[in-house]
């Protein structure tokens, strides 16, 4: 069960032609592929597309009535490869994934499908990672669209937009025989909007129909000499048949006047920030009205020539607005204006910086440098004249005075005792060589763990500390989750390394879900999950790999055995590769799982324990070593009113989740007696009560009796 | 840092009237829960409103920000932007007063519009909560700031009014929005919006309203930090020990005025933590150093500070003193939040070592011990391990009791040999020094601070405090030794391991030959 649960919302996805739709963008879309009649669609999570996945599996009842098959991939791989459905057949199909990791991991499947072509329309829904809030490395789909010659929509971010992509998407695919990418950017996908909805359709052959009607044509094989027709394919057919589709439905748009001194070509994508930069220079209304001429590409590849040659024709200059690099659009642009014997400067990149989120301020300090140099008769006098001191204001400079606030591992989280461990083995033994992975255990790399020296991709952690096996007096150590293993980590990392004999220690993190992508149920999932097959053991899957060497731990939280093990996985004579399989429930998803169960039951009358942790706050000496062991959100520091005490003393809040890694590592590293573990016992039993209640008072009586024979303070 | 603050008000050809609204906060703190109101909020009033946020592993309990734009719906369809900019934003509501002050430094805050709406209450961030020392940063910083950044500015602990009313900061959150009347929707509108929510309502109304008063109550700024309390206030006690210690306290009158406060707290933690005569020996102790002040008082109320703290050393009796009181009962009691009918257990998580029985030992018998490796070995052997020590049992807590009321024996215990050793030592450097370099005299009780905690934390301490004193003899005789003494000590208290002392010890050893000492004189 994923962590945010969209069973209300999906409701929406029902409703017909007419009515209004409001809701986050991938409900957006996933409305929009019903209302497209797609027959089946695949995806692996990641955020942004997380929710999409999340969407779509709350919603498998509504899309089952419909006809519609959803596949829970288990890699972006895979999920690419299901588009081959659309390769013989005329159903449409749709996946979705983060991009550009996502990508780069399905890019064999897509480069064999563009090869081919598709018969039925094939969307490919790529969730681009790119600016604030991002996880991944910094790079462009749009590279992938044009190596493979896969066509790359990329809409303005409003709902109707992004609905209408969807439907131009499948026809472009359809009338090309090419498979779509549709880009939606981080925020876009979490927009919330509205738009008028149309009715779903059922898909116009089911999956279950073509099963029992196969269908073959060895010329969309990639296989030579098919492979070498379906290049010139591709440019002799497909991409004029691309062209004309997009010229005729007009699917990039012109905004603004006809003519103009100056023009601004912009992705469909930055619209929104272009629109709003003009807004506050006044060139432009709220509603799309602007001064200034505006060739918008909701289709970013491939580019119209006759569409740009035009609208460059009789301008000054024209600026790109093109976000991240290479500058492909600018580039190739430049190349069609040069061929055409074009006047305009081309411009952009220079103006706007090469790399980077285009922010509000960039956006703004570039359209206004643009056209401060092209036309600044269309600017507002102050922005003329941008370098009156009395413009600005000067405001407090807080630089060093806000603590920088990086994502950490949550209140509880089960993945910390694994790297408390982890750092009193580094204690005993050494600092190590740690190939980190792609998942939430990849914080370790941030304070207070420190650990970890690289990460080459989800479920190549163990492969990507290959080299290091060789004799040496250290072995390295490398870290993958449960999503990880099962997403390629499974022969890439354990399979890999058994052929290999690595001589390396392998630590899989097992927290029952792909956790850090919103807690999606996996195959070693402990849950019962009715449409999937779970509790799927790792260490079975490890050991069928042929690893002798397996540990299974099943609760993490217990910090000397997991200390105690690694030391021995470090150290043993043992060959080949050790594997460690550490096993605790995600908190996150625990809580969310669990508390609902809780208040159910406190408030049935059932006997329900619910722990947490404290500090003695005059035992506490404030060394603040149980924090550089855990990082825990609850466990904080607070100043006491005690002239006496030079630094302030750990405290654990009321968020304290009782996960007892304070304890653990307070016991396993020698800490200190401040921690104790204080466990409420809700609708005790009678007896329990009695016990409890006599026990206080013996204990009140002795407490009293030496309260008596010493001076006692007001605290 | 400079924005434009003379940039157009939403004005444009018809730009007006969008309410830019930025929500920071950190992850797990529900600012998708207000974000998600205040849509429901804007669109149940007639108006468009369109929201961003990048959820997302990225923002797992870091700092994160949600965005809302809104204006009076038409029949067209407006334009708006999914991100906030700098200078460009009309409300900023910060969950935490350090998100408030990225919110400053991000330029969104700015004083031709901005109202900033924040809780004033602090999540530490791992940074500040890490060092061994104390890494909080300034609050003080942030709240100017965000008096000269906002064009109004509310602040109010809407962290602690959402506990104190059962539920989390965003209801809190969006009470002081509709509290700070910068939206243009009355508050019946946002009840309605908890309301249709439909989970949690009747705590998140209370949390909602505590929230609405607050940052109506007081519209200008926090209330600073409540002030200690008065010390040395005996509640009970035997007679004669009372008397004996009101003896004690008139002592403390002799010493200089700006030492007395600190005297009076240092005496009631020594005789709390041993007995009254015990503070006869910390004033005796205080008293002998006083006498050799310059007049300013620093040195004496260093030592009354660091001789109190020294005396009252942390050791088994001491934690099982503490972990037994009928105070900590109320305490743990009050901080669970136990109500009637519900029980609380307490399992208390120690590890003693060898070293903690031996010291535990009469003086004598426990060197004899610690002298022979095998003989301790099996002392180790047998503590030296994990024990959870349920308390609210007679078996747990009498093991405690008993271990407590060891305190009348603890002077003929061998820590307490060690421990005074160790005292006499440290001291002995400060009768030294103060006559002729009373500040470096004063940074040397201060260095007392660097001992704290217990088994390897302690050792560790005890070792860097060796470490900074031992760069005593470089440092006699300069004019600057003090100041260096004080960088040593804050150095040593930046990292665990003590690589920032190293340096700084290395930039010590380094330093020129001490000048005469004529020169210093």
Known sequence: MAERSFAKEVQQLKIGAGEEFRGEGILAITKALLQCGVGYVAGYQGAPISHLMDVLTDAEDIMEELGVHLEASASEAAAGATLAASVHYPIRGAVAWKSTVGTNVASDAIANLASGGVLGGALIIVGEDYGEGSSIMQERSHSFAMKSQVWLLDPRPSLPSIVKAVSDGFELSEATNTPVMLEVRIRSCHVHGRFIAKDNQRPKMTMAEALENPQRDTNRIVLPPASFGHEQEKVKVRWPAAIEFIKSRKLNEHFGPADGKVGIICQGGMYNGVMRALQRLGLADLYGESRVPIYCLNV???????????????????????????????????????????????????????????????????????????????????????????????????????????????????????????????????????????????????????????????????????????????????????????????????????????????????????????????????????????????????????????????????????????????????????????????????????????????????????????????????????????????????????????????????????????????????????????????????????????????????????????????? | MNVHSAMPSPSGADGGGIIKLAILAVGGQGGGVVTSWIVDLAEQAGYYAQSTSVPGVAQRTGATIYYVEMLPATDRTPILSLMPAAGDVDIVLAAELMEAGRAIQRGFVTPDRTTLITSSHRAFAVSEKAAPGSGILETAPILDAARQAAARFLAADLDTLAVQNGSVISASLFGALAGSEALPFPREAFEATIRRGGKGIAASLRAFAAGYEAVRADAAVPAPAPVAAEPGRIVDGPPAQRQAFGALVKRIEALPSPAQEMARRGLQKVVDYQDVRYGGEYLDRVAAVAALDDGSGTLAEAAAKYIANAMAYDDVIRVADLKTRARRTERVRREVGVREGEILTVTEYMHPRGEEICGLMPARLGAYVERRPKLFGIVDRLVNRGHRVRTDRLRGFAMLYVLAALRPARRRLLRHRVEVAHLEAWLGHVHRLAPTEPALAAEVLKCRRLVKGYSDTHARGEAKFDKVLSALPLLEGRPDGADWLRRLREAALVDEMGSALDGALKTVASLDAPPLKERTA
């Open chain 1, 300 to 715: 970013t590849y491939p580019l119209i020539r006759d569409e740009i040659v035009e609208f460059c024709a009789g301008k000054d200059a024209v600026m790109v607005v093109e976000e991240g690099q290479p500058d492909h659009i600018e580039q190739a642009i430049g190349d069609m204006l040069y061929k055409a014997g074009g006047t305009a400067r081309l411009t952009g990149k220079g103006f706007l910086p090469m790399a980077g989120e285009y922010t509000g301020p960039v956006m703004l300090a570039g359209l206004t440098d643009f056209l401060r140099t092209y036309q600044p008769d269309l600017l507002p006098d102050r922005e003329r004249a941008p370098n009156d001191p009395d413009e600005k204001i000067a405001l407090p400079d807080l630089g060093g005075k806000v603590p920088m606030r990086p994502p950490g591992f949550c209140t509880g989280c089960p993945e910390r005792p694994i790297f408390a461990a982890m750092k009193l083995v580094e204690k005993k033994l050494g600092v190590h060589h740690i190939a980190a992975d792609i998942g939430c255990h990849l914080f370790s790399i941030m304070p207070p763990f420190n650990l970890g020296a690289t990460t080459m991709g989800y479920g190549l952690g163990p492969a990507s500390a290959s080299a290091f096996n060789v004799a040496a007096k250290k072995r390295p150590i490398a870290v993958m989750g449960d999503g990880g293993f099962w997403h390629n980590g499974l022969t890439s990392g354990v399979g890999n390394a058994v052929f290999n004999e690595q001589d390396g220690v392998i630590l899989i993190v097992d927290n029952y879900y792909s956790a850090a992508t919103g807690g999606q149920d996996i195959l070693s999932s402990r849950a019962d999950n009715a449409r999937r097959s779970t509790q799927h053991p790792i260490t079975r899957a490890v050991e069928g790999l042929g690893a002798t060497w397996v540990r299974q731990i099943d609760r993490t939280y217990d910090v000397g055995k997991m200390r105690d093990t690694l030391t021995e996985a470090l150290t043993t004579e043992h060959k080949g590769p050790k594997v460690i399989v550490a096993s605790s429930e995600c908190m996150l998803n625990k809580q969310r799982r669990v508390k609902p169960q809780m208040a159910a039951a406190v408030k049935a009358g059932k006997r329900v324990v619910k722990p947490r942790f404290g500090v003695d706050e005059d035992v506490c000496t404030g060394d603040h070593a149980c924090i550089r062991l855990s990082g825990c959100p609850s466990l904080s520091v607070k100043k006491l009113d005690d002239p006496l005490r030079d630094d302030p003393v750990a405290a654990i809040d009321t968020s304290c989740v009782g996960c007892g890694n304070c304890g653990e590592v307070a016991e396993a590293a020698v800490l200190c007696p401040s921690f104790y573990q204080a466990d409420v016992v809700f609708n005790p039993r009678p007896a329990e009560t009695r016990r409890a209640s006599w026990r206080a008072g013996i204990i009140g009586w002795l407490q009293r009796r030496r309260d008596r024979g010493r001076l006692t303070f007001a605290s």
